[in-house]
């Protein structure tokens, strides 16, 4: 069996621990991180066409992109040692909601939080690239809170009935 279990920056700590109690002894854990292409883009952009005409040695994209794979390396390790068990580190780089949903084909379970609102239940506790994964991830998906969920007092009530 093998679980992909989605590293990303301020949810990681409950999807690792939620993936070492519902993780079968056994299993392959995969961790794994994606970094987003959104802002080495902007910077490399921003240098191309502003600042750096024939001077690709400064450009800030560069820096950037090390930067975020630095980041990664730290959060995978970090997990890691949260597990405590044998794992896989997987680092992509990409559309982050694409990246993951490619990252799970295989598995027997995906596990990831909640990003979005957290102090309400309901849909907006899942930010775009979450939803995104749920909806289109090719196995069972584990989502859970990062911490406490919120009380059932508050659900929205219900829409109001019409004739």
Do not use: K, N, Y
């Not at 920056?9 to 292409?37: F, K, Y």
């Amino acid at each position: 069996m093998t679980v992909v279990v989605w590293i990303a920056e301020g949810t990681w700590p409950a999807c690792v621990d939620a993936a070492r109690a519902h993780g079968p002894q056994g299993a392959e854990i995969v961790l794994l991180h994606v970094s987003g292409q959104e802002v080495p883009g902007v910077a490399h952009g921003a240098f191309a066409g502003l600042l750096g005409r024939g001077h690709r040695e400064r450009d800030p994209g560069t820096r950037v992109e090390i930067l975020a794979a630095d980041s990664a390396r730290h959060l995978l390790d970090a997990a890691a040692e949260r597990l405590g068990r044998p794992c896989a580190r997987v680092e992509r780089t990409g559309r982050v909601e694409r990246e993951v949903v490619a990252a799970a084909e295989g598995a027997e379970l995906l596990v990831l939080a909640r990003d979005g609102d957290r102090s309400r239940l309901g849909p907006h506790s899942l930010g775009p690239a979450t939803r995104f994964v749920v909806d289109h991830a090719p196995c069972p998906v584990l989502l859970v809170w990062p911490e406490q969920a919120p009380d059932t007092a508050t659900i929205p009530p219900p829409p109001p009935d019409h004739p």
